[in-house]
């Protein structure tokens, strides 16, 4: 494992700082390999506010939001996993490039936590912008059978190949 010291408060304050440019809020949690920032940015309220997806005529996009793709690679190497998960819990978006990140997180997680995680998934499921999001739900399935949380593979499985009826005949065929 490495080793990873814990920031300053000199550097928390630096880092906040920049954080208030986009571009260096990017650089900031694209650059970041150190787990033990988690806990000061989260106390900061770095990771409150996720970008909303941005709707124009009739598109959608949704923008990558570094603060979620730094927690996806840390979920992995921090001492206190549990601390991740509770930020995600705790967010709430439609932006589907952060679902994609915390379900990246998840498979990254133990199987006893990642777990917590399935309601809000599940959910998710219900959005027609899905992208890559079925993939990584799928591995995620396996992650929690595999890590011995049969009850949650399953719920989330359901979810994931449950057959809607698609919503765009629906309104072809009230139209004819």
């Known amino acids: 494992m490495a080793s990873w010291t814990k920031p300053t408060q000199q550097q928390i304050k630096r880092a906040i700082a920049l954080a208030g440019n986009k571009e260096q809020r990017r650089y900031l949690f694209d650059s970041l390999k150190n787990p033990l920032w988690v806990a000061p940015l989260n106390k900061e309220g770095l990771f409150k506010h996720p970008p909303e997806p941005i709707r124009k005529e009739s598109t959608v996009a949704f923008p990558p939001w570094p603060e979620s793709r730094y927690l996806a690679r840390m979920a992995s190497l921090s001492p206190n996993p549990a601390e991740i998960l509770e930020i995600m819990l705790s967010t709430e ?3 589907a490039s952060v679902w994609e990140d915390f379900v990246d997180a998840a498979n ?3 199987a006893s ?3 917590k995680l399935v309601s809000q998934i599940t959910r998710w499921l219900q959005s027609p912008y899905l ?3 079925p993939e990584k739900i799928g591995a995620l399935v396996s992650h929690l059978a595999a890590g011995g949380e049969g009850k949650a593979a399953i719920k989330l499985a359901r979810a994931l190949f449950s057959v809607e009826p698609d919503p765009r005949e ?3 065929r009230d139209a004819e």
């Open 170 to 172: 629906a309104k072809e």
């Open 131 to 133: 992208f890559r999001l």
């Open 108 to 110: 990254a997680l133990p």
């Open 113 to 115: 936590l990642a777990k």
């Open 93 to 95: 978006t439609d932006n």
